[in-house]
């Protein structure tokens, strides 16, 4: 068990650019989460993930985000036409589907969009 | 509307004191109570978890309670440490899974 792993850990892009991060969730985990988090603040849901299954998505994902999980194993979320808002630590976690079940974090892409 | 509040939003300590973190749930119907640590840069950790049933919880120094009836649940931490210092987050289990987070305590130990 290597954790969740996130890459890059550190994103700096222009505002306009697309990125796309990368998320390995922990290898028997079904559900993975994605989150942003700002300053000060607890994180925020955008969307998870049910093995392939995308199930849930927050009004929070507007229509320049997106994710996926192909197979699901790793998941990738992409924005495309950054904008400075977006600047944020973007969380991806996994759990087991177990309601007693701990969402396990990586440690995060910090987003600057300059 | 389902919320958690957390109190105080930070908090300034000297090494090897106590304190307490509060957490207030407005979720319903509810199914469990977590308190994560997050170290500054990093993904937040589970410290323990709390449910329906559960009053008193410990975990080394970190002691978390829940009132089921009043939807309040703390953290306590005992004899603290220059390496508590962290943000801790209540996440509330609602039905069909749903987690609502609270916005977190900033603490902060100081020798």
């Known amino acids: 068990d290597t954790g969740v792993s996130q890459d890059p850990r550190h994103k700096i892009t222009k505002r306009g650019q697309n990125v796309t991060f990368r998320c390995d969730p922990i290898?028997?985990?079904?559900?993975l989460y994605w989150y942003r988090q700002t300053l000060g603040q607890g994180p925020e849901f955008l969307t998870y993930?049910?093995?392939?299954?995308?199930?849930?998505k927050s009004r929070l994902l507007s229509d320049r985000f997106s994710a996926e999980r192909p197979k699901g194993s790793f998941s990738t979320l992409e924005i495309q036409r950054t904008e400075q808002g977006d600047s944020a630590m973007y969380l991806c976690?996994?759990?087991?589907?177990?309601?007693?079940?701990?969402?396990?974090f990586g440690n995060g892409t910090r987003l600057t969009v300059t | 509307k389902n919320q958690v509040e957390q109190s105080p939003q930070s908090l300034i300590i000297l090494e090897g004191k106590n304190c307490t973190l509060q957490?207030?749930?407005?979720?319903?119907?509810?199914?469990?109570l977590r308190w994560y640590k997050q170290d500054t840069g990093r993904g937040p950790v589970s410290l323990t978890i709390?449910?329906?049933?559960?009053n008193t919880k410990s975990n080394g120094r970190y002691t978390a309670t829940l009132d089921a009836d009043t939807k309040q649940s703390s953290l306590h931490i005992t004899a603290s440490q220059l390496s508590d210092s962290a943000s801790y987050i209540c996440?509330?289990?609602?039905?069909?899974?749903?987690?609502?987070f609270g916005t977190g305590t900033r603490l902060q130990v100081f020798p």
């Open positions: 976690a996994s759990s087991l589907d177990r309601a007693s079940s701990p969402l396990h």
């Open positions: 290898s028997e985990h079904n559900r």
């Open positions: 993930f049910q093995n392939e299954a995308q199930l849930e």
């Open positions: 957490c207030n749930y407005t979720v319903s119907p509810f199914s469990n």
């Open positions: 709390m449910t329906f049933s559960e």
């Open positions: 996440v509330v289990r609602g039905g069909t899974d749903k987690l609502i």
